[in-house]
């Protein structure tokens, strides 16, 4: 129940080939794999699904431009590109702009102070695929609704695109500005940790921006942290009925997340080349299956809440579901033996092993060949800033 020996630990950027500036440091593909070794099959009892389910419902357990607040540059003139007070407006000329319809935004503050002293706030906003990309920076006495609602229009004016129908983000502190500011132009707000292009742009940013800015505190902490609350009980509606760790080809898990939407009715994809996954083809990603005899409305209800990520409680002998950004529910538990933890140690370090790629998967039956909704999830950590 170990990991092959030599097995590269992977860690994701964005496709370099996709952002458009500012490119200070050279990026690092993924590193690529020998081989992974399969889990080895435990034969396990039967578990609650949830403490709280009654007995007859159990869940089997088995294994498968420079802004008017940024500091001056005390050096000579530096080329925009090479500015790291300079903002951005892009968008990608090959691309219809109309088809730009779901953006992923952050407003927040930076490790960077104006010539006042105080924190810049920066808005950062993207597409999924980076054809969008914009920046701003704000001081820090107009970060309100209006602020973020006169920067959205001004988006759609400057590169000339419609207003989204959705706009996702990740912090739960901004969650008040963020839903005002786009109701009132009508738009969606998804609170969701499905931002990965967003989070890993930030990441990006963090290492070729901020820490070349003139202002820059190194050393200071994000002022909005993520939330990572105490999991809370399962809803009846989503339960299931039995579970398993399971594992997929690589090859077949990129073909499951490009044939998500002309397969499943229920489910969500990550672009895999534009966060520069490597990983050879043979190499088995580790995921959850889970079965219920309502699969279709199971599945259904599940496709409401922006499903993040999956991980083991060792300690605790359960799964936990991350959704939205700020929600983690009690997905499963299990009797807590030797066996089964080193079987679900063993499931998160394969997961580790793939750079935090993992799936969930809801079938009719685990013995089926078909999928009622496929989910393909990343491990992220939140942005250093």
Known sequence: MSLVEGAVMASLVINPTKIRIPTFQSQKPISSFTSLSKLTKIPLGTFQFSTILPPNRLFQYS??????????????TVDEEDDPTSELSYLDP?????????WELDFCSRPILDIRGKKIWELVVCDRSLSLQYTKYFPNNVINSITLKDAIVSITDELGVPLPDKVRYFRSQMQTIITKACNELGIKPVPSKRCFSLLLWLEERYETVYIRHPGFQKGAKPLLSLDN???????????????????????????????????YVFGASIDLDLLGIDIDDKILIPGLAVASSRAKPLAAWMNGLEVCSIETDIDRACLILSVGISTRYVYATYKKTPETKNEAEAWEAAKK????????????????????????????????A
Request: net charge negative; with cysteine; hydrophobic share 40%.
């Open 63 to 76: 294994l498968v431009s420079e802004s008017s607040v940024s500091a001056p540059l005390e050096a000579e």
């Open 229 to 263: 609350p105490f999991p809370m009980e399962l809803p009846e509606n989503l339960f299931g009925e039995k579970w398993a760790f399971v594992q997929l080809p690589f090859s077949v898990v990129q073909q499951e997340a490009s044939s998500l939407e002309t397969r």
């Open 353 to 384: 092993a793939c750079g935090g790629l993992h799936f969930l998967a809801v079938q009719d039956d685990l013995d089926s060949d078909d999928c009622v909704g496929f989910w393909l999830l990343l491990d992220l950590p939140g942005p250093p």
């Open 94 to 102: 090959e691309v219809d702009p109309g088809s730009i319809s779901e």
